[in-house]
């Protein structure tokens, strides 16, 4: 998508989960998790409604996995329902995250 990507996504059943990954390979600058801020999670809605647009009976759902490689093998965090997107009091036809 032009706007930017969604990293991977999965369907079971009526459910299309968007999922951001994160890997770092230190934690100095935070875990993979932290970077997946307020203008990341409204850039995953944006772009999971563009790609849900001709799709009928679907529920949305947005998880992170966060990975560590700790110079052995990764350490995998997943997030299930990370976040969840609410429509904006002033702006209803918006969503925020």
Known sequence: ?????IDLVVRRGRTLVIVEVKTRQSTAA??????????????????????IANLRDVELR???????????RFIVT??????????????PWKWRA
């Open 78 to 91: 997943h997030f299930a329902d990370a976040f969840r997107p609410e429509s904006d009091e002033r702006q």
């Open 62 to 72: 947005y998880d992170v996995l966060s990975l560590f490689w700790n110079g052995r």
């Open 1 to 5: 998508m032009r706007d930017g990507e």
């Open 30 to 51: 935070g875990e993979g998790f932290d970077s997946v801020d307020r203008a990341k999670r409204e850039q995953l809605v944006r772009l999971a409604d563009q790609y």
